[in-house]
């Protein structure tokens, strides 16, 4: 179990009130040294059109505690002394192409040239291959340009190294996309930043750069610096450098991020978030234990915000109940997330949701509880409270060492939203409803989950521009870790993927990993060659999604230990085929039930009628199901929890299935958590989760080994993880108790001889020859470790 020191109320006697900071270390000559580093170094690219940024030391290799982050190069050699004139920005914009044959010409034809055959030749001087040409863009009118490139006059090609495209014309031609910034305005730039664990302090660097016009800066007010969501006090901005420094020492453990700000007679420039964590040891999303708090269903903190539609009885099962970002702030400082072993809570989408009643399934209606009904890319829902109410909870989160989640509803908005109205353009214009004929199917992309929500076509610019400024605006104001990004399949590519190019320029430049983990609802493992997996690959990459829930597992998990339908070998064999399958760096997220699938626990009692939920919605208005009234369900939702805390991927608790909350389908599936009047086997699942994720905690192998399967048959499966030393044994049965035999000889990090311990128990396992035997009882687990 996690069990940081509460830190909150070390901040507030510190830093009271309006955050002014002691101590405070002025900008001084040691810093600047340090911040010089890489100053030396252009770098010509005011599209931020490139893949080197912030250098993010290994973790592994701990240099006394210190971490350095040593960020891109600047746009102009600053030099060790601007004699205080504001340095104008490079505006350059550079265009390379890596030829894997003999070329004779390259031209970028673009929209801005008129598609000019012969535009903006490439050379390749040094005959080394890359053909490059630099275009100064302030010659260039700011915008999101289509172009691409043309190889010897004859071949249009996208520009290999730019995942973004543009939709040009009234046929939707694709095209490369290249942003052409306002060069006008000031740019800031990370030079450096650095935590130090030992010394419980954080020092950042930032550039200041004014536009091409060399205007001066706003000294009045412009310049400015927000910790934590409040502007800190003081002149950090040192005008002889031209640059910000900022040094705070006495910190508390948790999240540290800083929002930079500059302006100049044109306008602000785009502000830049410095999120910093400070830690013993560096946290990695594959490291997570996530959480779905579904935000009205959670815990009502705060009754004064409470307001339920007047459409539907206070208390129906789809009207608002109450859960707001206190209530979920309450809990982070309980402790209950700490003793779960919870280290990332995703929260539902905080923007503003309609109030009336909505037909849906079943022709009945329904409220925006869920918050999946977005009317405001800005505003918050009232009843979950303020932004303020939200970064509270956040930043208590932090402070606990828990990353937060939004869910980012982006595919569609409700027809309340102004949006709807004001920009028509950006939604398809014809209403196919997803739900009528194969519509799921023949139209993914284009069709309407509901007539009152309009879908977005993010074929147009504006539309991904406007709903990508509204994800980072939220993360840099709520100094979110990540998003949930809802309905991944029913959005173009381009959507994802500059979703993720903007978050690596604008969130990460400090190099704190920030998670885009998809929902991308599908079928089951097709062995590696499904359109299950398929579909959700698709979006998995350095250029997109971090990575997606995986539904094919979760049919697995669900299949075996919930209705006893699958063979625990097709468990085993689709484990061992996904892990890798979506990508070396694919960071996944395993679960045994979200809020669109019924429970787990009434599909371990047979309620559930077939593993796909048919008629459990239904059943959850007609028959909803009750605790169950017997120890098998909670076994088996034990033993689930154990196979995914003790594999890799990052592993889902839905809110209530720690406690084993019953429920069919949606909105059954949803009701509100409780906390109080548990029976004692629900706490006793609720406490085996907490012991299972200080098991995974405690075991590199849980989180990034190998996986290899031991032994299994229909009722039973065993299983080795291993990384670098570390390596632990999983051992299932569903059937009648018995003794399993299996050789642990190939798990590397596990002894030939001697014995393994009983992570949960203690007791010994004896090892002869590299052969364990193990008696497990039905429906249950054992967890093996040297
Ligand atoms: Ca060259
Ligand atoms: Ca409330
Ligand atoms: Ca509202
Ligand atoms: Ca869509």
């Not at 536009?211 to 006090?233: F, K, N, T």
């Not at 946290?283 to 409470?306: C, H, I, K, Q």
């Not at 060492?401 to 109205?421: F, K, Q």
């Amino acid at each position: 179990m996690r069990a940081w020191p509460l830190v909150a109320t070390t901040l507030l006697v510190a830093f009271p009130g309006c955050r002014s900071l002691d101590p405070i270390t002025r900008p001084d000559t040691e810093i600047n040294e340090h911040a010089d580093l890489d100053a030396t170094e252009s770098y010509a690219d005011a599209t931020g059109d490139h893949t080197d940024h912030a250098d993010l030391s290994d973790p592994r290799t701990d240099d006394g505690g210190k971490d350095a982050i040593d960020a891109k190069e600047t746009g102009v050699d600053l030099g060790p002394d601007t004699q205080g004139v504001a340095v104008p920005r490079s505006c350059d914009i550079v265009f390379q192409y890596k030829a894997d044959g003999p070329v004779a010409s390259v031209t970028v034809p673009g929209e801005w040239n008129s598609w000019s055959e012969s535009a903006h030749p490439m050379s390749d001087a040094d005959e080394d291959g890359t053909w490059t040409v630099t275009l100064d863009a302030g010659s260039i009118a700011p915008g999101h340009w289509g172009y691409k490139f043309l190889v010897n006059g004859t071949d249009w090609i996208f520009d290999p190294g730019n995942p973004l495209v543009k939709y040009v014309g009234d046929d939707f031609t694709v095209n490369s996309r290249v942003e052409v910034p306002d060069c006008a305005i000031p740019l800031l730039e990370l030079e450096s930043a650095h935590t130090d664990w030992a010394e419980k302090s954080v020092e950042v660097v930032v550039n200041v750069f004014t536009g091409i016009d060399a205007q001066p800066l706003d000294q009045q007010g412009g310049l400015y610096v927000e910790y934590r969501g409040e502007q800190l006090d003081g002149d950090w901005f040192d005008p002889a450098l031209q640059r910000f420094v900022v040094k705070m020492g006495g910190l508390a453990q948790g999240k540290h991020s800083f929002v930079f700000h500059a302006t100049n007679a044109k306008g602000q420039a785009n502000p830049l978030f410095v999120p910093l964590w400070l830690e013993e040891k560096t946290f990695e999303w594959e490291d997570a234990v996530l959480y779905f708090a579904m935000t009205d269903r959670f815990m009502d903190g705060d009754p004064s915000n409470n307001a339920p539609a007047p459409c539907l009885q206070e208390g129906h099962k789809v009207n608002w109940l109450g859960g707001d970002f206190s209530g979920i702030e309450q809990k982070i400082e309980d402790g209950y997330f700490d003793n779960l072993g919870v280290s990332a809570i995703w929260i539902s989408p905080a923007n503003d949701n309609p109030d009336g009643c909505y037909g849906g399934d079943l022709g009945l209606n329904y409220t925006a509880y869920h918050g999946y009904f977005p009317v405001s890319l800005e505003e918050t829902e009232s009843r979950f409270g303020s932004l303020e109410d939200l970064r509270d909870m956040v930043d208590s989160a932090h402070d606990h060492g828990i990353r937060v989640l939004m869910d980012l509803a982006s595919n569609h908005v409700h027809e309340e939203s102004g949006l709807w109205t004001v920009h028509k353009d950006w939604f398809h214009q014809e209403l196919i409803l997803c739900g009528q004929d194969d519509n799921w199917n023949e139209h993914p992309i284009d069709c309407w989950f509901q007539p009152y929500l309009p879908d977005l076509d993010f074929r147009n610019i504006d539309a991904v521009i406007a709903f990508t400024d509204a994800a980072i605006r939220w993360a840099r104001k709520a100094d979110l870790d990540g998003f949930r990004v809802d309905a991944v399949k029913h959005m173009v590519h381009d959507f994802s993927r500059t979703l993720r190019y903007r978050v690596e320029r604008e969130l990460e430049a400090s190099g704190v990993p920030f998670y885009l983990v998809g929902e991308t609802f599908v079928g089951e493992w097709g062995g590696g060659f499904g359109d299950a997996e398929g579909t959700i690959k698709a979006y998995v990459s350095s250029n997109e999604l971090t990575g997606q829930f995986d539904f094919p597992i979760y049919w697995e998990v669900l299949k075996t230990f919930a209705r006893d339908e699958g063979g625990m070998d097709e468990l085993g064999e689709a484990m061992a085929g996904s892990l890798g399958f979506y990508g070396p760096n694919a960071v996944m997220s395993n679960f045994l039930g979200n809020h669109d699938v019924p429970r787990f626990i009434s599909h371990a009692t047979g309620h559930i009628p077939d593993q796909w939920g048919n008629g459990s919605k239904e059943m959850g208005w007609n028959d909803p199901p009750d605790l169950p009234q017997s120890q098998a369900p909670f076994d088996r939702l034990k033993q689930a929890f154990a196979f995914l805390m003790t594999v890799p991927g990052v592993p889902l608790i839905y809110y209530g299935d720690e406690i084993g909350m019953p429920g069919a389908g949606d909105p059954d599936n949803r009701r509100m958590m409780q906390f109080d009047g548990l029976t004692g086997r629900q706490v006793s699942v609720r406490e085996t989760v907490g012991a299972l994720a200080t098991i995974r905690a405690g075991h590199p192998a849980t989180r990034k080994g190998e996986f290899e399967v031991l032994w299994s048959d229909d009722d039973g499966l065993a299983y080795g993880v291993s990384f670098s030393g570390d390596a632990l044994v999983a051992v299932f049965n569903v059937v009648a108790g018995r003794d399993v035999s299996f050789s642990i000889a190939d798990v590397p990090g596990m002894p030939q001889s001697g014995s393994l311990a009983d992570a949960i128990t203690g007791e010994d396992v004896m090892v002869d020859a590299g052969q364990v035997s193990v008696f497990v009882e039905q429906l249950a687990f054992r967890i093996l470790v040297p």
